[in-house]
């Protein structure tokens, strides 16, 4: 369109308007007056001057006798006047129907062509219309109709929408992953409204309740007609900047079903100081407002038509973004105040690190979460698929999971992970597969994944330019000091005081490697500075001042004396606080004053019982640290297990540290730290698992799979993997050093089911197997103390069958007298057994299982004095006799003869002889208690 066609069609629009205003000014004028003042003026110019002059007749005769003619004509026709204003009325109603139509025909068709029309209507005299100014409520409303302004957003929006994911904030924040959050509505209707979304959901007014953020629940605020404001707060680096970018692309979503309100929203964010400069009130919110429209839509003229703006703020066509509202300076704060009449915009959200409690009409508060184990997982999961990584990972998930399992253990508590480490250490795990540098060593706290972080971005950047760069870690440190020294906050720093802190010289290269180079840092208005990343800035704070002022109390106390007594106050710095308490404990243990992290936790809010168990956390973690350090003797780690294994009752942590202990490549570490665990008593699923694990290989050393059997034994667990591998121990040959302990272990757990029973038994019957097994099968089944028949009949049969082991036999006899079983069967096999000549070790435990028994009768007497009057006998067999006759307490004179005879003889073994004495001894303890 040419000049000339778009001043004829401006000046269309405005008869248009004119039209449309008509009724109005027709209902406020007084016409009656205009029209009395025009017939006077016309009535004068027509009346014709007198010829000749006439006789005067008296007034009142002309009052008093009008002509008929005349009064015909007054009550019969109008004068000409009259008759002109009819004729206007008559061109005007259907001239004003034609300009409506029109009117309307171009909201309808070319609505965007409305707003090149002037900022005010004012109409000079035309015929018999006086000049007048349209009153400006009715122009703006013909001008800036919803249809008009949804025109120029649509217009606008693909740019925009490009434009503003370009932004650093958005573009950092591109890989959304929708998490648990806290919502509290505390509207009772916005509440059932959103309830009817899902009737899984139960919000309960003015209540948190833990939700999936999503766009449905949203829609359902934003779709009614009226002012929306949502707050977002939470600690640092939990998400609510990236929440917040996602409810931004949501609103610029052309899918009507997945839009946020009902037309199009273009989003501006404010996450810088506004201008001192700039004037009271909103007049600096709305020229920050203005120039980022005017630098989003790529206008080429700059945009003088505020009130457009001010227009789609109140008709919600503009979303405005605060974010970092609670590290804003005050007067800041102060001019973005949503609690001031004419503050405009009517489409809000807030992100803040606080509640915000001062900030009146939120419809929606949405609480960001740190994230536990489980939630960690997903995340990290969604992330790598987010960043197209995950094939990475998926044929190994195994390992993934241990992966995500470390960070839990670098963090400590549950529920303490925020998203942003989560994020750092994705990208850690991705560095590390694609074998980035950076990424060898693996970090045990949170300052050393901070520094990981940074020198993985700086070694791909020398990587791409072949330029060392040695000094980031200090440089970075410094210049996050520098964003938080004045109020403890992240915030923008005149560069000026930045460039004196680096050094004039290089100050400049250094900050345009880290803003250019990096990202770490970006510029914001008025030549300031700012870290991109707040909790990447506190953490790197913290480390400065940890190098800084080391163990200087002075200064120590100069900066905790800065910190702002008001609980609010504190309440905003949190997150610095404690990131400088936890570079404190992980990197100054040795130097920084002990007072320093326990005052911060207290300032920081922290309970005093949770700072003592994590001082006990942080002892494990440096005897665990201690456990890997080979250079320590083996004494030293040794200790470290002791320790742990104290500690364990109060905190199970320690009990992880001793588990991992296990995959130590030292005997003596492995072998203390299964002791442990079998004196812990801890019979959860991780230990036994890790115990059982100790016995499988069998190419391990053998005192550390002892020891894991002995644990076993210990812990008093019955289930069935327990049970099954210690009868697969009794039952291997190649085994045979820890057969023994299998069975005690057996013995120990007292487990005389049917299913160890049969294992046993069966093992016992089979005489092709190994003597060993079953030898050791027949002590394990005395052991268990289960005298039922099938076990006596075993039993008993492998002490008659002569043919059987000897090793077998003898553990069969011991086994009968542990059963304490004194029947006549199981007495006569082994009174055969303790004739049997055949093996003196089948002899010596038939006597010493005789003495268990407790049967004094006759043939029992008479058998073991037979033994014990032999000489010719083994000496260990007439020994176990005399001491089987002093257990049975029978002090018949056949008895004492006995024992006397032998005591008195002096050729007689020394072993014998003393064997002789306690028997007596214990005859005549018992002679006198009776």
């Not at 007056?33 to 006077?40: C, S």
């Not at 036999?809 to 086994?815: L, S």
Request: hydrophobic residues 40%; contains cysteine.
């Amino acid at each position: 369109m040419n000049k000339q066609a778009r001043l004829l069609f401006l000046g269309l629009l405005k008869v248009c308007l004119l039209g449309v205003a008509f009724p109005l000014l027709l209902t406020t004028f007084n016409w009656a007056q205009a029209n009395t003042k025009q017939d006077n003026s016309l009535l004068y110019a027509q009346t014709p001057a007198p010829s000749t002059p006439q006789p005067s007749k008296p007034a009142e005769v002309k009052k008093t006798n009008p002509r008929p003619q005349e009064k015909k004509q007054e009550e019969g026709e109008k004068s000409d006047p009259e008759k002109k204003q009819d004729l206007s009325w008559k061109l005007l109603t259907p001239a004003l129907g034609v300009v409506v139509i029109l009117y309307l025909g171009v909201l309808w068709l070319s609505p965007f062509w409305l707003l090149k029309l002037p900022k005010e209507l004012k109409v000079p005299k035309i015929w018999i219309f006086p000049e007048f100014k349209l009153p400006d409520p009715v122009w703006h409303w013909l001008k800036y109709q919803p249809r008009v302004l949804d025109a120029w957003v649509e217009k606008h929006i693909d740019i925009f929408n490009n434009n503003f994911d370009n932004n650093e904030t958005v573009s950092r924040r591109k890989n959304y992953i929708s998490l648990p959050v806290d919502l509290l509505v505390t509207n009772k209707h916005e509440q059932q409204d959103l309830t009817a979304v899902s009737p899984l959901v139960d919000l309960v007014p003015n209540k948190y309740e833990q939700q999936e953020l999503t766009a449905d629940y949203l829609r359902i605020t934003f779709k009614k007609d009226k002012r929306v404001r949502l707050l977002i707060w939470g600690d640092g680096g939990t998400g609510k900047t990236t929440i917040a970018c996602q409810i931004a692309k949501w609103a610029m979503t052309k899918d009507k079903e997945k839009r946020l309100a009902e037309h199009l929203m273009l989003p501006v964010l404010i996450e810088q100081e506004l201008k001192s400069q700039s004037g009271e009130g909103i007049k600096a919110l709305m020229e920050d407002i203005v120039g980022q429209i005017q630098e989003l839509t790529d206008g080429e003229q700059k945009i003088v038509d505020e009130l457009l703006v001010e227009q789609l703020l109140r008709k919600r066509r503009i979303l405005l973004i605060v974010d970092r509202f609670s590290e804003m300076n005050d007067d800041t704060r102060q001019k973005i105040n949503p609690n001031l009449p004419e503050f405009p915009a009517n489409a809000l959200v807030v992100t803040s690190r606080i509640e915000e409690g001062n900030i009146t009409g939120i419809d929606i508060q949405i609480k960001t979460l740190r994230l536990d184990g489980v939630e960690l997982t997903n995340f990290i999961k969604q992330y790598l698929i987010k960043r197209n990584k995950w094939e990475l990972f998926e044929n190994d998930q195994d390992k993934f999971l241990k992966e995500c399992a470390k960070l839990t253990a670098i963090v400590g508590d549950k529920k303490t992970i925020i998203v942003l480490l989560a994020k750092l250490y994705a990208e850690r795990m991705i560095n590390a597969k694609e074998n980035l540098p950076g990424t060898k060593r693996s970090p045990d706290n949170i300052p050393d994944l901070i520094i990981e972080h940074l020198e993985t971005l700086n070694s791909d950047v020398v990587r791409r330019t072949n330029q060392e760069y040695h000094t980031v870690q200090p440089d970075a440190k410094l210049i996050a000091w520098q964003c938080l020294q004045q109020d403890y906050k992240p915030n923008y720093v005149d560069r000026v005081s930045m460039v004196a802190a680096l050094g004039e010289g290089k100050a400049n290269n250094i900050l345009e490697y880290f803003e250019k180079k990096l990202y770490l840092i970006k510029s914001g208005q008025s030549h300031t500075i700012r870290f991109a990343l707040d909790t990447l800035a506190e953490y790197l704070a913290g480390l400065y001042l940890v190098e800084y002022h080391k163990d200087n109390e002075t200064n120590w106390r100069e900066f905790i004396t800065k910190v702002d007594p008001n609980p609010d106050k504190r309440e905003e710095i949190k997150g610095f606080l404690l990131a400088v308490r936890e570079c404190c404990i992980t990197k100054g243990a040795k130097k920084v004053p002990s007072f320093v992290a326990e005052e911060l936790g207290e300032l920081a809010g922290l309970d005093l019982e949770a700072l003592k168990q994590e001082q006990l956390r942080r002892r494990i973690e440096s005897f665990i640290d201690d456990l890997f350090d080979s250079n320590l003797k083996v004494e030293d780690r040794l200790y470290a297990v002791q320790e742990l294994e104290k500690m364990a009752e109060k905190d199970k942590y320690a009990v992880d540290g001793l588990l991992l202990a296990l995959t130590i490549d030292d005997v003596y570490v492995r072998c203390g730290a299964i002791a442990a665990l079998g004196n812990l008593g801890d019979t959860s699923e991780p230990v036994l698992n890790a115990l059982l694990a100790s016995l499988q290989d069998k190419d391990d050393d053998v005192d550390v799979r002892r020891n894991a059997v002995v644990a076993l034994g210990k812990l008093g667990n019955t289930s069935e993997p327990v049970l099954n591998r210690l009868l697969a121990l009794l039952q291997d040959q190649d085994e045979y050093a820890l057969h023994d302990d299998a069975a005690t272990a057996l013995d120990k757990l007292g487990n005389a089911s049917k299913l160890v029973l049969h294992k046993l038994l069966a093992r016992l019957q089979d005489q092709d197997d190994d003597v060993d097994v079953r030898g050791n099968a027949a002590a394990a089944l005395g052991k268990l103390g289960k005298a039922s028949k099938p076990v006596l009949d075993e039993l008993l049969a492998r002490l008659q069958d002569q043919d059987d082991d000897v090793d077998v036999r003898r553990n069969a006899v011991e086994a009968l007298g542990n059963l304490g079983n004194a029947s006549e069967p199981v007495m006569h096999g082994l009174l055969e057994r303790l004739q049997d000549q055949d093996d003196d070790d089948v002899r010596r435990n038939a006597a010493e299982a005789l003495g268990k028994l407790g049967n004094s009768s006759e043939p029992v007497m008479h058998g073991l004095l037979a033994r014990l009057q032999d000489k010719d006998d083994d000496v260990y067999v007439r020994g176990n006799a005399a001491e089987a006759l002093g257990k049975l307490g029978n002090a018949s004179k056949p008895v004492m003869h006995g024992l006397l005879a032998r005591l008195q003889d002096k050729d007689d073994h020394v072993y014998v002889r003393k064997a002789t004495t306690k028997a007596l001894e214990k005859l005549s303890n018992a002679s006198n208690n009776t």
